[in-house]
């Protein structure tokens, strides 16, 4: 799934990947297993949005400590 999606593509992917997996017409018999999959790529996006942040929040700390010593 690409990395940044709105709602209809990310149903479009859902329905297209779990039919390429199961069969055609299997999404539409398992809208829950449509609904987990799409908790699941959100689930995915939040834990690289928080990486992302935590790496930034690293790098901002070692120029905070590295100016502290500059000092």
Not at 15 to 32: E, S, W
Request: charged residues 20%; aromatic residues 4%.
């Amino acid at each position: 799934m690409p990395d940044s999606i709105n709602i209809k593509t990310a149903l479009t992917h859902a329905k297209t990947d779990i039919d390429a997996l199961f069969g055609v017409g299997h999404a539409k018999a398992n809208p829950a297993l449509v609904g987990a999959y799409l908790q699941a790529a959100a689930l995915h996006e939040i834990d690289k949005t928080l990486v992302e942040a935590i790496e930034n929040l690293v790098e901002i700390s070692s120029k905070f400590n590295l100016l502290k010593r500059l000092l």
